[in-house]
């Protein structure tokens, strides 16, 4: 499961930046808001590079952006695999990946705390994240639908729902489809 979700969650966050930044250049477009270069700064401090005022070199802003959109990805792959899949698994994500951003801007310097930040800037972000993250579901969704379904999948397929009275998967059932196509 690990090995596939690797490679998938790379794909779609990959495929989720992509479509980010294409709407990041839509909304600027029509905002007039300029260019962020929080990741080039971020990747400057996480590798130790030389600092410059202002803009950071694009390459770095494009590392970071899609570099961190790929490795992030691999973690909505893992939660498909499982069989967290869909919109509702989707807005789980977008959680994670608004966490992730702000984990990596406040722990280098580079960003303050979102309830900081005007209402505007905070509303842009979330809602650029989120359109990362739900891209990002469906491709993840769509490659691990190819392997069957997720161990979560195959329990609320015995009663739909929580229910104290449905043990967990005996331990062959949660993996079968995992190996077959290891």
Do not use: C
């Not at 691999?74 to 919109?87: F, H, I, N, T, W």
């Not at 580079?110 to 309830?115: H, K, T």
């Amino acid at each position: 499961m690990l090995k596939r979700a690797v490679w998938q969650g790379l794909t779609a966050g990959l495929v989720g930046a992509a479509v980010m930044t294409a709407a990041e250049k839509i909304e600027q477009r029509v905002t007039g808001r300029p260019d962020s270069y929080v990741p080039a700064h971020v990747l400057v401090r996480l590798a130790g590079l030389p600092e410059s005022p202002g803009q950071q070199p694009r390459w770095q802003n494009l590392a970071m952006h899609y570099g961190q959109g790929a490795l992030v990805g691999v973690l909505r792959s893992v939660m498909a695999q499982a069989g967290l899949r869909g919109a509702w698994a989707s807005g789980m994500f977008t959680v994670l990946r608004l966490a992730n951003d702000q984990i990596l801007e406040n722990a280098t310097g580079v960003g303050a705390p979102p309830q900081t930040w005007p209402r505007p800037e905070l509303a842009v972000d979330v809602l650029h994240k989120s359109i990362y993250a739900f891209a990002t579901g469906v491709v993840a969704d769509s490659l691990a639908a190819r392997d069957g379904a997720g161990p979560g999948q195959r329990h609320a397929a015995l009663r739909p729902g929580r229910h104290s009275d449905v043990g967990p998967l005996p331990r062959a059932a949660a993996h079968a489809a995992r190996t077959r196509r290891a």
